[in-house]
């Protein structure tokens, strides 16, 4: 598949890996309708593209993601626009749909938090599979500063990260922390300094690549699913999807290279 840069959503294919930017660096990559569509757009596309096997989401320029757009709030237009019952409306269908594409796709996704990640930034970075920051970045759930909730999904995603007493702290004080809190708490997985940021996930990411694609997807489905299930409908999805791996030739390629001490080349099937 092709992949063209966006106005809003920069996307560069480099072999397996899938690089999407958040391109609106003058406004800290805070989200508009056209950022969420293309965004969405790019990550359900990579999601049946099989070549792509890592997706890593950053911003462009000092910031991660902003979240909402406080310009536009003020002046009640853009996905901002409207009386309550409409913007009830565009939420569902507007940026209510990341959380849900991020939670059904099978890609997994790196977040690489360059700056700030604050409000719908910091959820969107939680929806990801991996977080890698920079020193430089910083975090918070800063809805209720200035009236409102996580509209996005924070609420489902925050404390499935940090865990539920933090995950309430920080949405009701709207406090932003530092990099080295968020690693304390473990909401990031990996901080580096700033100028070892892409190296790091460019490591993170060629680790994930050297495992067999059809694992890595179930793997990663199979721990979503145990989120919110019981021990039993676990293993009976486990199960089914050991049968699967089990006869894929991939599964037998890394038998081999693992036998004679080489790296396996996989053909996702």
């Known amino acids: 598949m092709k992949y063209e840069n966006q106005s809003q959503v920069n996307v560069k294919k480099d072999g397996h890996k899938l690089w999407v930017n958040l391109n609106r660096p003058e406004s800290s990559n805070a989200f508009t309708v056209k950022m969420i569509d293309e965004l969405l757009d790019i990550i359900s596309t990579a999601d049946i593209d099989e070549e792509i096997r890592c997706i890593i989401l950053s911003g462009e320029g000092k910031h991660f993601c902003a979240g909402g757009d406080i310009k536009n709030m003020l002046d009640k237009k853009e996905m901002f626009a409207g009386e309550a019952n409409e913007l009830r409306e565009k939420y569902k269908r507007g940026i209510q749909k990341i959380p849900k594409v991020f939670d059904e796709v099978s890609t997994p996704i790196i977040a690489m938090i360059n700056g700030a990640a604050i409000g719908a930034g910091l959820d969107i970075a939680c929806m990801s599979d991996i977080r890698i920051a920079s020193t430089r970045a910083k975090f918070g759930e800063t809805f209720t500063k200035i009236g409102l909730i996580p509209g996005d999904g924070g609420t489902y995603f925050l404390q499935r990260t940090i865990g539920f007493a933090k995950a309430m702290e920080l949405t009701l004080t709207g406090e932003i922390i530092d990099s080295e809190e968020a690693k304390k708490i473990g909401l990031v997985s990996h901080l580096v300094e700033a100028e070892k940021l892409l190296e790091k996930t460019i ?67």
């Open 203 to 269: 490591e993170m990411s060629d680790k994930i690549l050297a495992n067999a694609p059809i694992a890595i997807q179930m793997a990663k489905r199979a721990i979503k699913h145990a989120y919110r299930s019981d021990l039993s409908s676990n293993l009976e999805l486990l199960s089914a999807y050991q049968g699967i791996t089990q006869r894929t030739s991939d599964h037998f390629s890394a038998l081999v290279a693992a036998k004679e001490k080489t790296q396996a080349e996989y053909k996702h099937e």
